[in-house]
């Protein structure tokens, strides 16, 4: 049954007929044009009467079989014509389908090189999707590698045709401050659906709107649609489902974001030496970037764009000026969320190795306080995947601890240590206060406390007042 339906798929897509019906109607075909012919050849000749005879003789008998077996001869060059056609077809089309196959392995091929730590191996992947592009039929080498921004502010009035103009607004709006950055320097051929869901997610982390990620994905879609009807691309990898669910739970999440932070600092330690241990050449660096966002509230982007001239360690104070972001070409850096600098205590136990970082990055004060292993930037992403967090927070027990949950954890212990709200949304940069008084949640002791003070002050009311005491007269 299976076998059977699949080859039906593949007749309809060739738009073959099945043999018995093109046999027949080969057949009836056949038969009607031989029947024009003669009915032409006897109106041509002025045919009035067929003379008949009652004996058959030889010679007649010979031209009826002579004219049987040419009309045998006839049906089996018909049959053998129809099926030549057919083989022909399916051949067409495997090879077709053999040269697509080819197609995607070279492209994928390309595709893994691109993200190789190794320059050369880099510039072989950009070098063989220029031969990919030369290959590619009916496409040109140019927009075959054209980047998603260059391709989108090209195609916009098309992709955007048919909306009202209250919807243009947000939806230009998503395309410029938030596609753009994150996945303009993409060539439109190289952007995945999995590229797609992580920018998602990197939207839903930033806390953005429900409506403003709706809208900046809807603008995605119609610049996407619009390179597969250009046959850029043969399926649309920005039709992402499942983010609503994830929103959902982020926002669940910052409800009470003190479930997201560590217990204690030895948990912390133990999770930047396992993070270490399981990252390539055991690079330190990865378990000292995650304790310092873990005592510092820091993003990590805003990690990454740290300077060694934005600490004072006369006072130990960290200004916070700008962060890492993605952007047209890589990575790059820009101002932090809140556009405003924002100043962060540097405790007592992350010192010596704040000290020690700065040493080894030298006298520049415009050198990175923190690096990769080859001294580039550094993202949230390149964490993940250079300590294989996901697989590593699992082991310890903790599957669903992110990275931006190391900024709820240094939030968590500065409340915890009776940070005053006003100072604490300071550290954090947070826009709203409501936001940061979500960290001050009471543990049962403070509930108790908090009971024992009033019951203490209820009881100095109900305490009568002291008497005056007596005046004493002297002669």
Same mark, same amino acid.
């Given at each position: 049954?299976?076998?059977?339906?699949?080859?039906? +798929?593949?007749?309809?897509?060739?738009?073959?007929?099945?043999?018995?019906? !093109?046999?027949?109607?080969?057949?009836? %075909?056949?038969?009607?044009?031989?029947?024009?012919?003669?009915? =032409?050849?006897?109106?041509?000749?002025?045919? $009035?009467?067929?003379?008949?005879?009652?004996?058959? #003789?030889?010679?007649?008998?010979?031209?009826?079989?002579?004219?049987?077996?040419?009309?045998?001869?006839?049906?089996?060059?018909?049959?053998?014509?129809?099926?030549?056609?057919?083989? $022909?077809?399916?051949?067409?089309?495997?090879?077709?389908?053999?040269?697509?196959? +080819?197609?995607?392995?070279?492209?994928?091929?390309?595709?893994?090189? &691109?993200?190789?730590?190794?320059?050369?191996?880099?510039?072989?992947?950009?070098?063989?999707?220029?031969?990919?592009?030369?290959?590619?039929?009916?496409?040109?080498?140019?927009?075959?590698?054209?980047?998603?921004?260059?391709?989108?502010?090209?195609?916009?009035?098309?992709?955007?045709?048919?909306?009202?103009?209250?919807? *243009?607004?947000?939806? *230009?709006?998503?395309?410029?401050?938030?596609?753009?950055?994150?996945?303009?320097? *993409?060539?439109?051929?190289?952007?995945?659906?999995? %590229?797609? #869901?992580?920018?998602?997610?990197?939207?839903?982390?930033?806390?953005?709107?429900?409506?403003?990620?709706?809208?900046?994905?809807?603008?995605?879609?119609?610049?996407?649609?619009?390179?597969?009807?250009?046959?850029?691309?043969?399926?649309?990898?920005?039709?992402?489902?499942?983010? $609503?669910?994830?929103?959902?739970?982020?926002?669940?999440?910052?409800?009470?974001?003190?479930?997201? %932070?560590?217990?204690?600092?030895?948990?912390?330690?133990?999770? %930047?030496?396992?993070?270490?241990?399981?990252?390539?050449?055991?690079?330190?660096?990865?378990?000292?970037?995650?304790?310092?966002? !873990?005592?510092?509230?820091?993003?990590?982007?805003?990690?990454?764009?740290?300077?060694?001239?934005?600490?004072?360690?006369?006072?130990?104070?960290?200004?916070?000026?700008?962060?890492?972001?993605?952007?047209?070409?890589?990575?790059?850096?820009?101002?932090?969320?809140?556009?405003?600098?924002?100043?962060?205590?540097?405790?007592?136990?992350?010192?010596?190795?704040?000290? $020690?970082?700065?040493?080894?990055?030298?006298?520049?004060?415009?050198?990175?306080?923190?690096?990769?292993?080859?001294? =580039?930037?550094?993202?949230?992403?390149?964490?993940?995947?250079?300590?294989?967090?996901?697989?590593?927070?699992?082991?310890?027990?903790?599957?669903?601890?992110?990275?931006?949950?190391?900024?709820?954890?240094? +939030?968590?212990?500065?409340?915890?240590?009776?940070?005053?709200?006003?100072?604490?949304?300071?550290?954090?940069?947070?826009?709203?206060?409501?936001?940061?008084?979500?960290?001050?949640?009471? #543990?049962?002791?403070?509930?108790?406390?908090? =009971?024992?003070?009033?019951?203490?002050?209820?009881?100095? +009311?109900?305490?009568?007042?002291? &008497?005056?005491?007596?005046?004493?007269?002297?002669?």
């Amino acid at each position: 049954m299976f076998r059977r339906r699949s080859r039906s +798929l593949n007749e309809r897509e060739l738009r073959l007929w099945k043999v018995g019906r !093109a046999l027949v109607l080969t057949f009836v %075909a056949a038969v009607l044009v031989a029947g024009g012919v003669f009915y =032409g050849l006897v109106v041509l000749l002025d045919f $009035q009467e067929i003379d008949t005879a009652a004996k058959l #003789d030889a010679k007649t008998l010979f031209d009826l079989v002579k004219l049987s077996f040419g009309v045998v001869a006839g049906a089996g060059a018909l049959v053998a014509l129809v099926v030549a056609y057919r083989r $022909q077809r399916l051949d067409e089309a495997g090879a077709h389908r053999e040269a697509t196959r +080819l197609h995607t392995e070279r492209f994928s091929q390309a595709v893994d090189k &691109l993200g190789s730590d190794s320059p050369a191996v880099r510039l072989g992947g950009v070098h063989a999707l220029a031969g990919l592009a030369d290959d590619a039929p009916g496409l040109s080498p140019s927009l075959a590698t054209m980047k998603l921004a260059e391709y989108g502010n090209a195609n916009m009035d098309l992709a955007l045709r048919g909306l009202e103009l209250k919807t *243009l607004d947000p939806y *230009l709006s998503g395309w410029r401050t938030r596609v753009v950055p994150a996945l303009g320097h *993409l060539a439109v051929r190289m952007i995945t659906n999995g %590229a797609v #869901d992580r920018t998602v997610q990197n939207w839903i982390a930033d806390e953005l709107s429900r409506s403003t990620i709706k809208n900046t994905i809807a603008v995605l879609v119609r610049v996407m649609e619009q390179a597969v009807r250009d046959g850029i691309i043969k399926v649309n990898p920005a039709r992402v489902t499942g983010w $609503q669910k994830l929103y959902k739970q982020a926002e669940d999440e910052l409800l009470d974001p003190r479930a997201l %932070a560590l217990p204690d600092w030895e948990t912390l330690v133990t999770l %930047a030496d396992a993070l270490v241990a399981a990252s390539h050449d055991e690079y330190r660096g990865w378990g000292e970037v995650v304790i310092f966002a !873990a005592c510092t509230a820091a993003r990590i982007g805003e990690i990454s764009g740290c300077r060694v001239g934005d600490i004072d360690t006369t006072q130990w104070i960290w200004t916070v000026r700008r962060q890492t972001t993605p952007a047209p070409g890589g990575l790059s850096d820009k101002g932090t969320k809140g556009k405003r600098a924002r100043k962060v205590p540097i405790v007592e136990e992350i010192r010596p190795l704040v000290a $020690q970082r700065i040493l080894s990055a030298g006298p520049n004060p415009d050198a990175r306080l923190f690096t990769g292993p080859r001294g =580039g930037r550094i993202s949230t992403a390149v964490l993940r995947d250079a300590t294989h967090w996901d697989d590593v927070v699992t082991k310890l027990g903790y599957e669903h601890l992110r990275r931006h949950d190391l900024r709820h954890t240094a +939030l968590t212990w500065f409340a915890d240590a009776g940070v005053q709200v006003h100072v604490l949304r300071r550290i954090a940069g947070h826009g709203s206060l409501t936001t940061t008084q979500r960290y001050l949640h009471p #543990d049962v002791h403070k509930i108790t406390a908090a =009971g024992a003070a009033i019951s203490a002050h209820f009881n100095v +009311l109900r305490a009568p007042r002291s &008497l005056p005491s007596p005046i004493v007269m002297t002669r």
